[in-house]
């Protein structure tokens, strides 16, 4: 018998009540939406209703002429040479490019855009806004998408609040914005930021009649990262869903700490400490950490006189580095700013699922059904992050129903095991599924 009787362990404990309500309040785990393995940036005068199909046409054309088979893809990208991994990654970065190029669109008025007399961001704030409504509507645009305005600096806020505006108005339209909005914020120095623009947010919303539209938050200033934990309490106490995503934002950052441009990138020492600060703070809360961009981009003398084939690989060997490294790190997602460096992305990432994954399989497989026995010898956490990688492998299309089901799986549990929630994998946060061809995006 035990020496303390329930209501003495009750009375002690009774202290732990609002701490655990706290600690549930501040890490409600994962919220089950797919996270999209890259963000494509666009500046918004390039933004068209055809522009994620002629982004996918661009990579394939890249592809036949610098990958146009698996070993050649491998070399290019330095991947995996064994023949029959090299074909399944060549294989798959094919289907990609066809069926989903690009899962995240982001419309830029940003740095990507630059300053430009107001008469001409006004237009195309609203040009923009009207090409994604007809994205949407011819089925070519991905299930999330967005607006990178200004940042809330003094000398810019006025002007990022009405182009804000502008294109809201206009994707709202007169039945309201296609699904799948999310707005990224950056520059952000101070979690009052985040808050007023969510305020202003919330005022949109209510006048055009819009349901809550998520969040991202640039993480590309020394003050940000300082106030990361700050940032992230805010945005959760904004509410379920509002801030979904951290991105870092490399020259940025690493430029407001001195690091010189040759220097400049997501593997930068600095640039991994901030990274690293982001992942510790959006642990356990389901809001998404992002890696940076790459800088090198894969164009041939089509593009740009004196380019060359050589130049192409370069760079996709370069962008498959900082891919691999990144999912190393537990980073699966990072910017895109070419359609050259599609094929580089989508090859790296199958490489990464590829690897381990039939190992992970069994290993999980045997964790499952030794947890139903009692007799588990891997640790809870090493379930979760073996259905983790099992779950991405899923969400890209590298894995099945039929040989998770030969491997003793399914996907109920292995989403148990990962910790991801299942009750919303077809709601607006959702990603393109692999399943819509030419990169459209699934019905919601």
Not at 239 to 249: A, I, T
Not at 270 to 275: D, H, I, R
Not at 315 to 332: I, K, N, P
Request: contains cysteine.
């Amino acid at each position: 018998m035990p020496t303390l009787p329930p209501e003495v362990v009750a009375r002690l404990t009774a202290a732990l009540d609002p701490v655990d309500a706290a600690l549930a309040d501040r890490h409600p785990g994962d919220t089950g939406a797919r996270q999209p393995v890259h963000t494509c940036y666009l500046p918004a005068d390039q933004m068209f209703p055809d522009v994620v199909l002629a982004w996918g046409e661009r990579a394939r054309t890249l592809l036949a002429a610098y990958g146009a088979d698996p070993a050649t893809l491998a070399a290019a990208t330095g991947g995996d040479r064994r023949p029959d991994v090299a074909a399944a990654v060549h294989a798959h970065t094919r289907r990609a490019l066809t069926v989903e190029p690009i899962q995240d669109l982001r419309v830029d008025l940003e740095d990507g855009y630059g300053l430009r007399p107001d008469h001409a961001e006004d237009a195309d704030a609203v040009s923009a806004a009207e090409a994604v409504r007809a994205a949407s509507a011819a089925g070519a645009l991905p299930a999330r998408y967005g607006l990178r305005p200004k940042s809330l600096d003094p000398l810019v806020r006025a002007r990022g609040l009405r182009s804000l505006d502008l294109f809201l108005t206009a994707l709202a339209g007169d039945d309201g914005p296609p699904p799948g909005l999310v707005l990224t914020l950056p520059k952000v120095g101070d979690p009052r930021q985040l808050r007023v623009f969510a305020d202003v947010l919330a005022e949109l919303e209510q006048r055009l009649g819009l349901d809550p539209v998520s969040i991202e938050v640039q993480i590309e200033t020394p003050a940000a990262v300082l106030a990361l934990p700050a940032l992230v309490r805010t945005g959760l106490d904004l509410g379920p869903g509002r801030l979904v995503g951290l991105h870092v934002g490399t020259y940025d950052y690493s430029a407001a700490l001195g690091v010189t441009a040759g220097h400049q990138a997501s593997d930068h020492p600095a640039v991994e400490y901030a990274t690293t600060m982001m992942q510790l703070a959006a642990a356990g809360t389901g809001i998404h950490v992002a890696d940076g961009s790459s800088n090198l981009l894969p164009v041939d003398g089509d593009e740009r006189p004196g380019a060359s084939g050589d130049d192409v690989r370069r760079a996709w060997r370069r962008h498959a580095e900082l891919v691999r490294r990144a999912w190393h790190r537990g980073l699966y997602q990072g910017w895109d700013l070419h359609p050259g460096q599609l094929v580089s992305r989508h090859a790296a990432v199958a490489g990464c699922l590829l690897a381990g994954l039939d190992g992970a399989l069994a290993r999980l497989a045997a964790y499952a059904a030794a947890r139903q026995s009692g007799a588990v010898a891997d640790e809870p956490a090493t379930g979760r992050a073996l259905a983790g990688h099992v779950l991405r492998a899923l969400d890209a299309g590298l894995l099945d129903d039929p040989r998770l089901a030969a491997a003793g799986l399914d996907r109920a549990t292995v989403a148990r095991l990962g910790g991801r929630k299942t009750h919303n994998t077809a709601t607006t946060h959702d990603h393109t599924r692999p399943d819509k061809p030419n990169g459209g995006s699934s019905s919601h």
